[in-house]
């Protein structure tokens, strides 16, 4: 179909010649019919066509099963054999499909099983850890030193584990297999399935790397410093750019996240947002002529005194402007509660009150 004529003709050969032979009868054959030295260009040329698909195994494998050389067909991207389903060739009919095409991805993948293909890799995924920081590192902000302890690609062998790679053996580097499969009288089918040696990788790792012991990885120790902003928010997030590790499966390796938690501390004053909130009960006697309280673990300044007006009303809220977080305000709710003293005080004294509260 290729049009060409029997590349075994051409160089004066049997289909069982042996490589040996072949090699022979191309250098008699090129010497005699070389331009230079008087021969014809033509001959000369199709000898060197003829050499080049017959001394190439894999070519000449090729050319016997389907009287086709690998460049010659037209159209089928991609396919070895080109794009007719049928060809006449030397050895007489054949008919070339792929059993992987026939039955779907019996093989793993059919046309995937084939060699190493250069496919674009992901970026590895990004880890999250949590970062337990307390209300002060939130209010002041903060630098903090982390020690990674993470794999990266080993620097003598990038990776791959090898100082070296070989061609395997099992599918002369194509990444997969083919066998002839009688489908009935004078028509053959092609077996296509991935070399199980190499995975269908094509080739095999050569000298063990001494640098990582073949693991292609190397740990390495590095420092990170995470910075929290003053005034952060919880759930605010610090990234490592690419700081997880190298990862063959990954084109890049991804981001460590360090997401700021509050850390467990007892308080007398708890975030809300930007504002901070503390909670005080005081006696009727504090309400109705005014009083002070002390908040001891405010992060901006500790034993802060805040004031609390006479007459403040029971679960009502002082607010103290910029006495929250960076941003925001400090809320003060009162309770108010008469002890038992009080109580007690009130019912024998409620002449006077009542002459008070007209
Ligand atoms: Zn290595
Ligand atoms: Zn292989």
Redesign the pocket.
């Known amino acids: 179909m290729s049009g060409e004529e029997d590349l075994y003709k051409v160089l004066g050969l049997e289909r069982n010649a042996s490589g040996d032979e072949i090699r022979r009868a191309y250098k008699d054959l090129s010497r005699i019919h070389h331009p230079d030295k008087g021969g014809n260009e033509e001959i000369f040329k199709k000898v060197n066509r003829a050499n080049e698909i017959l001394s190439d195994p894999e070519k000449r494998q090729m050319y016997d099963l389907t009287g086709n050389t690998q460049e010659g067909g037209g159209g089928g991207v991609g396919h070895p054999f080109g794009g007719m389903p049928f060809g006449f060739g030397p050895g007489g009919f054949h008919m070339n499909v792929d059993i992987g095409d026939l039955f779907g991805n019996m093989f793993g993948g059919g046309r995937q099983g084939g060699p190493r293909r250069k496919v674009k890799k992901p970026i590895g995924p990004n880890k999250t850890h949590e970062l337990p920081l307390n209300l002060h590192d939130f209010y002041h902000g903060k630098k903090i030193s982390i020690n990674l302890n993470r794999q990266v690609f080993c620097d003598i062998c990038h990776g791959d584990g090898c100082m070296n790679w070989k061609?395997?053996?099992?599918?002369?580097?194509?990444?997969?297999?083919e066998s002839m499969i009688q489908m009935g009288p004078g028509m053959m089918a092609i077996n296509r399935g991935?070399?199980?040696?190499?995975?269908?990788?094509?080739?095999?790792r050569g000298t063990s790397c001494t640098g990582c012991e073949s693991k292609g990885l190397v740990n390495q120790q590095k420092t990170v410093e995470v910075e929290v902003k003053p005034g952060a928010s919880i759930n605010d997030c610090f990234t490592c750019k690419g700081m997880c590790s190298d990862d063959v499966e990954y084109e890049k390796p991804g981001d460590l996240v360090f997401r700021f938690v509050a850390a467990d501390e007892e308080l007398d004053v708890e975030r809300e947002g930007n504002n901070l909130r503390a909670r005080f009960t005081i006696s009727l006697k504090d309400a109705l002529l005014g009083c002070q309280r002390v908040i001891q673990s405010h992060p901006g300044q500790t034993n802060l005194n805040v004031d609390i007006p006479q007459g403040i009303q029971s679960c009502e809220t002082i607010r103290v402007k910029g006495m929250g977080m960076p941003g925001g305000d400090l809320l003060v709710m009162i309770t108010v509660i008469a002890n038992e003293a009080e109580k007690k005080a009130l019912e024998s004294h409620k002449a006077i009150l009542q002459s008070i509260f007209i």
């Open positions: 061609t395997c053996d099992g599918c002369k580097g194509s990444g997969y297999t991935p070399c199980s040696t190499c995975h269908s990788e094509g080739r095999l």
